[in-house]
């Protein structure tokens, strides 16, 4: 589905808008010069539907080069491993989750938490995913002509990053799980969720100019991302906590 110019989603589930399986987080296609960019890989319970929309929206798999993790979360991550095999791209992740993903620790990535909580299947394994660069706070990653730069943007959980870039001008934030629509937030009782983390994060993330909020599940803002980042540094600035999203 053709979002903006050069970005198309290509994945999404239940809190989404269910184009994929229900478990799948918002999976981005951006579209640079000869090569292509995902954004997560969903759940990896069902890559394949993935993979058709991209082919829905006249895309081919095979330029798809680079796959970028915003965090180890298996909705995010699971799908990873497959989707490189499937293409030949190259997956990212930040420092933090390298070692989680290469290991597809079901512990360390908050999946065997999902699991007993009754959010992932009971035979649910994330699937071990070798990542070939690990990224920190301020790198740069070009896929064809587009630059993204790397944001560590802990909170949600310690390993995220959000990915900033100008597409076609117009300044884009895959935000992942950091601050949502609204101004929500995504707070978990996980051992790696951290108020004020996230309260740093919501701050850094409205110091930012940004159009296209580009989120990892929920209410995508084609423009006027920049006043739903506003909105959660606002409440954490008074004190308060933002209103959770899910
Ligand atoms: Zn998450």
Redesign the pocket.
């Known amino acids: 589905m053709r979002l903006m110019p050069w970005v198309y989603l290509v994945g999404s589930g239940r809190y989404g808008f269910g184009l994929t399986h229900p478990l799948d987080c918002h999976v981005y296609l951006v579209q640079g010069q000869g090569q292509y960019a995902l954004i997560d890989s969903g759940v990896g319970l069902e890559v394949d539907a993935i993979l058709r929309q991209v082919r829905d929206d006249g895309l081919d798999p095979a330029q798809i080069s680079t796959i970028l993790i915003t ?1 180890s ?1 298996a ?2 991550a699971g799908g990873a491993a497959r989707l490189a095999q499937l293409t030949g791209a190259q997956v990212i992740a930040s420092r933090q989750a390298a070692p989680t993903l290469r290991t597809g620790d079901m512990v360390a990535s908050g999946a065997r938490l999902g699991q007993q909580a009754g959010i992932y299947p009971g035979d649910y394994q994330l699937t071990p995913c070798s990542i070939a660069r690990e990224v920190s706070d301020g790198d740069l990653i070009n896929v064809g002509d587009i630059e993204f730069t790397v944001l560590e943007t802990p909170g ?2 310690r390993d995220h990053l959000a990915f900033y870039a100008r597409i076609e001008g117009k300044p884009s934030l895959f935000g ?2 950091s601050v949502f629509h609204s101004g929500r937030i ?1 707070i978990q009782n996980i051992p790696d969720c951290s108020l004020p983390e996230y309260s740093r994060t919501a701050q850094r993330l409205a110091a930012l100019e940004v159009d296209a909020l580009l989120t ?1 599940h929920l209410t995508i803002a084609l423009s006027g991302g920049h006043e739903h980042l506003q909105a959660a540094a606002d409440a954490f600035q008074a004190l308060r906590i933002p209103p959770n999203a899910l």
């Open positions: 965090h979360h909705d995010h949600h959980c992942g799980d995504l990892g």
